[in-house]
């Protein structure tokens, strides 16, 4: 009697420790479809925005010197070099920080077709994002003096500054924002109010890596 109730109960026992493990992995599964869905899903990609160091695979199908896709990578000016033709010697650079593959994607071959092709055919897609943080920093009446800003994810300047905080004296109508224009490499600055921008989003302004940002002070404190 006793040895048919021990039996019992360690059948009942595995078969239930059998069906948690089959749901365990049955999620697990399913997580990882997401996932690979996520990565693979050519819209997707498409309106992820570049950074340097994000890798893509590039290939023009019309090219007769091509011997399949090559893997090309967004230097650390943010620009990308296209062969026009495999080992031809002769590319197209164009400016792709902050820029969508789909936008590139369309102005590499506008370029391809008015010089070199009729009607491309371009295949351009991410192979891999960098993990690389851009960095913006802060002056003036501010808490903090540095943000790392997320691959791939837009921050405007009044985001970054609630991520930051600033004080209550900080002189939010007229924040500067000083970069290195990546086409010229001259330095440009920007005048930005900030009081407009949190009742309009439309007003804000986006950072990008190396982003100088002062807040000045204001002489008087109304409330």
Not at 54 to 69: A, I, Q, W
Not at 76 to 100: A, M, N, P, W, Y
Not at 151 to 172: D, R, S
């Amino acid at each position: 009697m006793f040895k048919t109730d021990s039996r019992s109960t360690y059948l009942g026992t595995f078969n239930f420790m059998v069906r948690i493990r089959i749901l365990v992995v049955s999620a697990i599964a399913v997580w990882g479809a997401c996932q690979s869905h996520a990565q693979t899903n050519p819209a997707v990609a498409d309106a992820v925005r570049l950074t340097p160091g994000d890798r893509l695979v590039y290939y023009v199908k019309e090219d007769p010197r091509s011997t399949g896709p090559e893997k090309i990578i967004v230097s650390s000016l943010g620009e990308l070099r296209f062969s026009v033709s495999r080992d031809s010697g002769v590319d197209i650079v164009l400016k792709v920080q902050d820029k969508t593959i789909e936008q590139i994607r369309a102005e590499l071959k506008k370029k391809l077709d008015s010089d070199y092709y009729v009607n491309a055919t371009v295949l351009l897609e991410l192979d891999e994002k960098s993990t690389r943080q851009g960095q913006v920093y802060f002056d003036g009446a501010v808490q903090r003096k540095t943000l790392a800003l997320d691959p791939g994810k837009k921050t405007t300047l009044y985001e970054a500054l609630l991520q930051v905080g600033y004080t209550e004296w900080a002189k939010l109508s007229n924040v500067k924002v000083v970069r290195i224009n990546q086409a010229t490499g001259k330095l440009e600055t920007h005048t930005i109010n900030v009081d407009d921008a949190k009742k309009n989003p439309k007003k804000d302004f986006e950072l990008q890596d190396g982003d100088r940002v002062t807040v000045d002070e204001k002489l008087f404190n109304f409330k």
